[in-house]
């Protein structure tokens, strides 16, 4: 006997929506890739050529931030809404402003905290924080673009049914 075939969520006119835990696992999903990959692209330069971290280090580093990424992209990017909705305005410079403060408000104590578990010296820890603050304005937005870039990647690619989105 076959295991039964798992059908996605079909749609109704009574349900114009896919299944809530369906769209979270992949907005989770989206929030993981992306924390994790624009993290380590970012942290090789400030790592290994600003703090003098031994690669070492900075691998030690980068494999606890893969794990406390994991947990934390979804919070970061319900926080970066929840913010979003809070603080009004258009544009350019306050999206820049708005993705700025998220980035460096959220990811500064953590980027802390992870260093230090890896073994950095006080020293490098503080060398790295301060260039973090500097760069913060750097990076928070390029984040929050690709963040969203990512988004519209993942929502043409999913499957359709009856002409619209799956989740």
């Known amino acids: 006997m076959s295991p039964p075939i798992i059908a996605p969520p079909v749609e109704t006119e009574q ?14 999903l989206l929030d993981i890739f992306a924390m994790n990959s ?5 942290a090789i330069p ?22 406390f990424n994991t947990l934390i992209a979804r919070p970061f990017g319900l926080y970066r809404l929840w913010i979003y909705r809070r603080v009004p305005g258009r544009g350019r410079l306050h999206a ?3 993705d ?12 802390t905290a992870n260093m230090l578990l ?17 760069l913060a304005g750097a990076m928070g ?6 963040l969203d870039w990512l988004r519209r990647q993942w929502i043409k690619r999913r499957p359709q049914i009856q002409g619209r989105a799956l989740a």
């Open 15 to 28: 349900t114009p929506y896919p299944a809530p835990s369906l769209c979270r696992r992949r907005e989770l």
């Open 38 to 42: 624009f993290s380590w692209a970012i």
């Open 46 to 67: 400030i790592e290994l050529l600003l703090a003098g971290m031994s690669f070492q280090e900075h691998l030690q580093v980068r494999l606890l931030a893969v794990f």
């Open 96 to 98: 820049y402003l708005v």
């Open 100 to 111: 700025t403060f998220v980035f460096l408000s959220f990811q500064l104590p953590l980027y």
């Open 118 to 134: 890896g073994g950095a010296s006080w020293m490098e820890i503080a060398t790295a924080s301060m260039t973090f603050m500097v």
């Open 141 to 146: 937005r390029p984040y929050g673009v690709y």
